[in-house]
């Protein structure tokens, strides 16, 4: 998380989204620039990837086995939320329906399935989309091969 740039860091995150390849996504982009510079903060109410919601098991995010994912808990308490799902692309453009087949997560109704989880990672996805058509009236671009910075 970049809080406050200078006039010459963001030229410097520009010219790298500028001269970026096909795989280099916002994370690789920061890690390049600031991997020597930053620190890492706890990331457990920080950084909340919405690819936690599609997870069976929660211990990377949670930081043990014994700890108890609830996942609405988790978002209530989270101060950002990441959209990070790969290889599903980011919220800004539609996915093709192999994406959506292999990726988004599947709800039905047992022991091992946890709907709460689905219900919250669909949700946060509506909700970008709504947000980008009312606040910004665009609608999202389909395909993956098109820009991710447009």
């Known amino acids: 998380m970049l809080v406050t740039p200078s006039s010459f860091e963001f ?12 795989e280099d996504f916002d994370m ?16 457990r109410h920080y950084i909340l990837l919405t690819g936690d919601f599609r997870r069976k098991t929660h211990t990377r995010y949670l930081g043990s086995a014994e700890a108890v994912w609830n996942p609405r808990k988790e978002l209530d308490e989270a101060k950002f939320v990441h959209f990070s799902d790969w290889p599903y692309p980011k919220p800004w453009i539609m996915p093709e329906d192999d994406q959506k087949n292999e990726v988004e997560p599947k709800c039905t109704p047992g022991p091992d399935d946890d709907c709460e989880s689905a219900n919250i990672w669909f949700g946060l996805y509506d909700e970008f989309r709504k947000r980008r058509l009312d606040v910004c009236g665009r609608a999202l671009k389909m395909g993956t091969k098109q820009g991710f910075y447009s």
């Not at 030229?11 to 096909?22: G, M, V, W």
């Not at 690789?28 to 990331?43: F, K, R, W």
Request: net charge negative.
């Open 11 to 22: 030229e410097r995150i520009l010219d790298a989204i500028k001269h970026r390849s096909y």
């Open 28 to 43: 690789e982009i920061v890690n390049t620039l600031y991997s020597e510079d930053a620190l890492v903060i706890p990331h």
